[in-house]
T-cell receptor, first 109, second 116 residues
Framework: RKEVEQDPGPFNVPEGATVAFNCTYS??????FFWYRQDCRKEPKLLMS???SGNEDGRFTAQLNRASQYISLLIRDSKLSDSATYLC??????????FGAGTRLAVHP | DADVTQTPRNRITKTGKRIMLECSQT?????MYWYRQDPGLGLRLIYY???????NKGEISDGYSVSRQAQAKFSLSLESAIPNQTALYFC???????????????FGPGTRLTVL
């Protein structure tokens, strides 16, 4: 079993839709989690950190459920520019990151 | 100018050749990392270094070696390239994590390597 698992998608949604991704992790000792965004053939960039129960930044909300060991990312009012792959990331201890394979989002007009 | 740069950006090489990928950063971070990305597998850690005198193996270090020439430079070598090392390679940097234990990693633009 992978340490961090995500639905690869793609999620095809119209502009303005609300979309949610889930991610599960197997290491119960992981303390911090992140969502990174990766555009096609580009480097990953940090979208949000999730250190406690959750975090909100504009249209993006990340939540952490330690009991069930999953992290979610909610995107409200989707924009065309939100089309990308979203990587769920957990810490593997001592500043090492464990990446999920990513969930692809395609927002269409 | 980009904070984390990688050279070359694209490279095609043949099986058995030695190749070096270079990474430089201007962020002043002590910690540097090398990852590879394959379709459907996500990023996997190859090697990491927490300062100039520190080198650690990651998840998939076999077939690779690294050199930390200075705080700002971290190079990855494939001594004898093989086709299954064809991948997208990323360098990343981070600052000391502090009490949180994990800090943000900043990635370079990547090197697309093809081994024929």
């Amino acid at each position: 079993r992978k340490e961090v698992e995500q639905d690869p998608g793609p999620f095809n949604v119209p502009e303005g839709a609300t979309v949610a991704f889930n991610c599960t992790y197997s290491n119960s000792a992981s303390q911090s989690f992140f969502w990174y965004r990766q555009d096609c053939r580009k480097e990953p960039k940090l979208l949000m950190s999730v250190y406690s129960s959750g975090n909100e930044d504009g249209r993006f909300t990340a939540q952490l459920n330690r009991a069930s060991q999953y992290i979610s990312l909610l995107i409200r009012d989707s924009k065309l520019s939100d089309s990308a792959t979203y990587l769920c990331v957990g810490n593997g201890g001592y500043n090492k990151l464990i990446f999920g394979a990513g969930t692809r989002l395609a927002v269409h007009p | 100018d980009a904070d984390v740069t990688q050279t070359p950006r694209n490279r095609i090489t043949k099986t058995g050749k030695r190749i070096m990928l270079e990474c430089s950063q201007t962020k002043g971070h002590d910690r540097m990392y090398w990852y590879r990305q394959d379709p459907g597998l996500g990023l996997r850690l190859i090697y990491y270094s927490f300062d100039v005198k520190d080198i650690n193996k990651g998840e998939i270090s076999d077939g690779y070696s690294v050199s930390r020439q200075a705080q700002a430079k971290f190079s990855l070598s494939l001594e004898s390239a093989i086709p299954n090392q064809t991948a997208l390679y990323f360098c990343a940097t981070s600052d000391f994590a502090g009490k949180r234990g994990t800090d943000t990693q900043y990635f370079g633009p990547g090197t697309r390597l093809t081994v024929l």
